[in-house]
């Protein structure tokens, strides 16, 4: 019997021969990791990456399935050396050499520095990376919610710092995936809920710390919207003191570490205290002073009017006494002192004129010490002396 | 008014009644306002029950806080 190929009657199919291949070289190589220049980059719309990795003699096909995307920070640049995982096979239906990347890295980070600034730049797009859009946080928080994995360190520590500084204060957790494939979601769904809910007064996002990789959800541009979408004011707390994530920039306030969050959340209990009562001795204190103001102001002003009509009464006092010498001299009795007389006709009326008598008409005359009844007996009226002329003096 | 809405308006008065443009009639009014504010703050200070609880939200979309045991 022939082998197979051993004779033209034996000829292989094309792809008999390449799955053939296939096979021999798949169990040749196990998953290995390759490295090369990236080449001829093609984001292809069915979501696959199809690219070649090369040096200064050789290429080589490859592709990454739109599923294993995901994996990867970001599409690597024309000319960037990249290490890249995955298993070396045959594309039958080009007859090629094909190597399926699983999982890419760059030279220096450079894969997930170029999908931070990507994404950093989107948000800024957006004017989400504002500073004018920081919210202050709450002075007096009651409730605090916190997303994060329910059994991490950082919800511990959360948790302690919160009930040390003030144990009043109500802690909502929302559990969270906070690394691996699924944590972007599950960190939009939590914040989700808490902003349906909205009965919180500030939100804690973050984790305890780790590698670069374990942190990665936290520069997910969806995870960064969500946050920027919470109706409450967000503190992220990712990682360590030198974690810088995309959540840092877009919340409210980024806290160094989930102990330094529950700090920034909630004041101390005591101090709450000591500024309330400071509060009450102040206002005591203003209220206590106007008081005294007004009463002083008050006796002040009695003073005043006491001293004022004590003057009022003396200025009368002299008015009424150079009013009565005024009188003195212009009353008719003076006149009668000096023993003049006036005469009356029968009502009492004054009669000053000689014309206002007759011969016979009885009058009185009013002396200093009585009065005189009398008749007239003649009646002589001088001729009216001629008025000054005007003017001449 | 919440806890931190009383504290605002008591910090304010605090301000207003070291103003020299105040009636004392407006005074005593702030006052009296400002004790009230003090009372209530401090009644919600010692009102507060501290508790760790879950956000759960049940099929039908209702929310609802569940206690842990988890005291940190």
Redesign the interface.
């Known amino acids: 019997m022939k082998a197979p190929g051993g004779s033209p009657e034996e000829a292989l199919t094309i792809a008999q021969l390449t799955n053939a291949a296939k096979e021999v070289l798949e169990g040749a190589f196990p998953p290995i990791w390759i490295k090369g220049e990236v080449s001829n980059f093609t984001a292809h719309r069915n979501g696959h990456w199809y690219f070649s990795l090369r040096d200064a003699t050789a290429q080589l096909s490859c592709v990454v399935w739109s599923r294993d995307t995901k994996r990867i920070p970001a599409p690597p640049d024309e000319g960037m050396a990249v290490m890249a995982h995955g298993q070396l096979g045959v594309y039958a239906a080009r007859g090629q050499m094909q190597f399926m990347v699983r999982a890419m890295e760059a030279e220096g980070e450079g894969l997930w520095r170029k999908a931070y600034e990507k994404t950093k730049a989107a948000l800024e797009k957006d004017g989400l990376l504002d500073p004018s859009r920081k919210r202050a946080l709450p002075r007096f928080p009651r409730r605090v919610a916190v997303i994060t994995s329910p059994d991490g360190a950082a919800l511990h520590d959360i948790i302690s710092v919160i009930q040390r500084r003030n144990p009043g204060v109500e802690i909502i957790v929302i559990a969270a995936a906070v690394q691996g494939e699924t944590a972007p979601d599950s960190l939009v769904a939590a914040l989700d809920r808490l902003a349906r809910w909205n009965d919180a007064d500030v939100v804690i996002v973050g984790r305890g710390g780790g590698s670069r990789e374990d942190l990665w959800a936290f520069n997910d541009e969806r995870v960064a919207r969500a946050i920027a979408a919470s109706p409450i004011p967000t503190i992220s707390a990712v990682g360590h003191e030198v974690d810088f994530t995309i959540a840092d920039l877009v919340a409210d306030f980024r806290a160094a570490t989930p102990s330094a969050a529950a700090e920034a959340a909630v004041p101390v209990l005591d101090d709450i205290v000591a500024g309330i009562r400071g509060l009450g001795d102040s206002i005591r204190a203003a209220a206590e002073l106007r008081v005294r103001d007004a009463g002083f102001t008050l006796r002040q002003i009695s003073r005043d009017l006491g001293v004022r009509s004590l003057r009022s009464v003396e200025r009368r006092r002299s008015r009424v006494q150079q009013l009565a010498a005024r009188l003195e001299t212009l009353s008719p009795l003076a006149t009668l002192a000096r023993g003049y007389a006036v005469a009356l006709n029968e009502k009492g009326g004054a009669l000053p004129s000689a014309a206002q008598f007759k011969p016979g008409m009885h009058f009185a005359m009013e002396m200093r010490d009585g009065r005189v009844h009398a008749t007239a007996d003649d009646v002589i009226v001088r001729p009216a002396a001629k008025p000054a002329r005007k003017g001449a003096a | 008014m919440t ?2 809405e009383n ?1 605002e308006r ?2 304010q ?2 301000t207003s ?2 103003r020299d443009d ?1 009636s ?1 009639e407006q ?2 009014t ?2 009296e306002e ?2 009230a504010k ?1 009372k209530a ?2 009644a919600e ?1 010692t009102k ?8 759960v ?1 049940k099929a039908d ?1 209702v ?1 609802e ?1 569940v206690d ?1 045991d ?3």
């Open positions: 806890f931190e504290l008591l910090e008065i605090a009644l070291v105040l004392l005074a005593l702030l006052f400002g004790i003090l703050a401090s200070l507060a029950e501290g508790r760790v609880a879950k956000l939200e979309g929310f806080t842990t988890d005291r940190g």
